[in-house]
C-alpha cells in the first residue's frame, strides 16, 4: 500500500498549533486549561471536525476523534498524544503524535482504505507535570489508575483543584465517567519525537520503543533556622540552602552510581524561603525526579536519598521531609504491535531500532488498559523540553508513514 502524506498541509498546522501559546514564539507555553491551552483544544478540534471524525471531550478534557470502523462495535485502534507544553518548550513534543495521528488518518482515508475496526485519535487532557506536579494526569484517570475522588482533588500550585479548573474550562461530566472499559483499545500507538540523541546519532529514522521507564518524583522540604546575614555567626547556622546543595549533588551523585545509563536524576525546582540577599535561608523546598527501565534499581537510588537525608539532618540540624508524588512502575511494548511497526518499516524501506523511552509518556497509562506501543522519530541533537527542539518535515512525514501503515494493519 503506498500512502501519500501531506507535508505541507501537515507542516502548516504544526505552526499554527505553535503560534498559540501564552508565551511568544518560539516559545511554546500551554499549560492545561490555561487560555492557550484551550485555543488549541478548540483548533485541532476543528481538524478533527474537518477530517469527518466523530469528536468528543470526556469529563477532565481528553479529546477523543473517532474515525468510525466497518465495524463498530469492535473495540478500537487508539493513537494521539499531548498538546499541552511545560513553560519554555518547543513545538513538537506531544504535537507530532496529534497532527502527525490526524495525518495519518487523513493519509489513509485518501488512499480509499476503510478500516475494519475504528481508529481514534486522542488529546490526552496533559502529559506535562506543570499544573498539577504529576505527569499524565489525563492518561492516568483515563487508565483508572487513580481513583475519580483522588484526582478531583489535586491542586495546583494557587491550590486551585483539577475539579474547578476543568469545570471552569467546560469540563462538567462526572469524572468517574472519564475511566475507559479494559476493551475499549485493541491497541494503543503513539508517534512522538524521541527526546534523546541515539536515532540521530546512529542515522535510523524509527525507533520502536520496547520500555517505557519508571517515574519516581518527591518534593522535598528543609527547615533550617533562618537569621541575619552579618548577625548570625557560623557555628549558629542552620542553613536550609547549604542543606538543599548537599542534598542535590548526593542526587547527581547517586544516579551515577547504579553505572547504569538507564538511572536518570534530577532536582529541577528549588524554592530559597525567605529569598532575600541578607538573610540566611530558612526553608527550601526542592523537587527530585528520578527514572529507570529497572524499577528496582530506581527504588534503591530513592532508598539511598532517604539515608542520605537523614544524614544531613543529624550533621546540620534541620528538619527534612519527603512527600512522594508518584513511583509508577515501567511499562513493556505489545510484541504483535513492535512487529506491525517494524513490518510497516520494512515496507517502506525504513531502518527500524528497539529502544526505551525514558520521558514520560501518557502510553505509560494506557499500557494498564490495552496492548501498547510507540512509534519514536529522531529530534535534533536530542532537545527537547526547549524552543529550539527540532524535528525535520522529513522525520515527520517518515514517522506519519510508519504510524498509518501500523494503524491499517491493526485495524484490519
Ligand atoms: C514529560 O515530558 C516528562 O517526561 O516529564
Ligand atoms: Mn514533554
Ligand atoms: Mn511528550
Known amino acids: 500500500m503506498k500512502l501519500e502524506i501531506n507535508t505541507e498541509q501537515l507542516m502548516r498546522e504544526l505552526h499554527a498549533l505553535a503560534a498559540i501559546s501564552s508565551e511568544p514564539a518560539p516559545v511554546v507555553t500551554r499549560v492545561v486549561y490555561s487560555e492557550a491551552d484551550m ?23 481528553n479529546i477523543f476523534a473517532r474515525w468510525v470502523g466497518q465495524d463498530a462495535e469492535a473495540p478500537a485502534v487508539g493513537t494521539g498524544s499531548h498538546i499541552d507544553a511545560i513553560p519554555n518548550a518547543g513545538m513538537y513534543d506531544g504535537v507530532v503524535g496529534v497532527l502527525g495521528g490526524l ?26 507535570p506543570t499544573r498539577f506536579g504529576l505527569g499524565c494526569p489525563g492518561s492516568r484517570i483515563l487508565a483508572g489508575t487513580v481513583s475519580p475522588e483522588t484526582a478531583r482533588q489535586w491542586k495546583d500550585a494557587e491550590g486551585q483543584s483539577l ?21 475499549y483499545y485493541g491497541q494503543f500507538v503513539e508517534l512522538h519525537i524521541e527526546q534523546g540523541k541515539f536515532l540521530e546519532q546512529e542515522k535510523i529514522p524509527i525507533g520502536a ?23 548570625m555567626l557560623m557555628p549558629d547556622r542552620k542553613d536550609a540552602l547549604a542543606a538543599a546543595a548537599k542534598f542535590i549533588l548526593a542526587v547527581e551523585a547517586a544516579a551515577k552510581a547504579t553505572d547504569s545509563m538507564d538511572t536518570v536524576a534530577t532536582v529541577g525546582i528549588c524554592d530559597v524561603f525567605p529569598g532575600a540577599i541578607n ?3 530558612s526553608r527550601v523546598k526542592l523537587s527530585l525526579d528520578v527514572r529507570d527501565i529497572d524499577p528496582a534499581r530506581r527504588d534503591g537510588v530513592l532508598h539511598e536519598l532517604a539515608q542520605v537525608s537523614e544524614a544531613i539532618s543529624k550533621k546540620r540540624g534541620v ?11 515501567p511499562a513493556a511494548s505489545d510484541g504483535a504491535i513492535l512487529r506491525a511497526i517494524e513490518a510497516a518499516c520494512q515496507e517502506n524501506g525504513l531502518q527500524c531500532r528497539r529502544m526505551v523511552a525514558r520521558a514520560y509518556h501518557d ?22 523540553h526547549r524552543p529550539d527542539e527540532f524535528a525535520s518535515p522529513e522525520e515527520i512525514t517518515r514517522g506519519v508513514q510508519v504510524l498509518a501503515h501500523t494503524l491499517a494493519s491493526l485495524a484490519g
Open 103 to 128: 495525518e495519518a488518518v487523513r493519509a489513509l482515508q485518501r488512499s480509499g482504505v476503510r478500516p475494519r475496526r475504528s481508529i481514534e485519535l486522542l488529546v490526552f487532557a496533559a502529559e506535562e
Open 363 to 384: 502510553s505509560l497509562f494506557m499500557a494498564r488498559i490495552a496492548p501498547m506501543a510507540m512509534i519514536f522519530i529522531p529530534c535534533r541533537d536530542g532537545v527537547s
Open 163 to 183: 475539579d474547578a479548573l476543568r469545570r471552569a474550562a467546560g469540563f462538567t461530566g462526572e469524572v468517574k465517567d472519564a475511566v475507559l472499559p479494559q476493551n
Open 209 to 231: 520503543v520496547t520500555h517505557i521507564a519508571a517515574p519516581a518524583s518527591a518534593f522535598i522540604t528543609i527547615e533550617g533556622a533562618g537569621g541575619h546575614a552579618g548577625g
Open 39 to 61: 485555543r488549541a483544544r478548540a483548533y485541532v478540534k476543528q481538524l478533527f471536525a474537518a477530517a469527518g471524525l466523530q469528536v468528543r471531550d470526556d469529563a477532565v478534557g
Open 319 to 329: 528538619k527534612i521531609h519527603t512527600e512522594m508524588l508518584n513511583a509508577d512502575a
Open 279 to 281: 538573610s540566611v535561608p
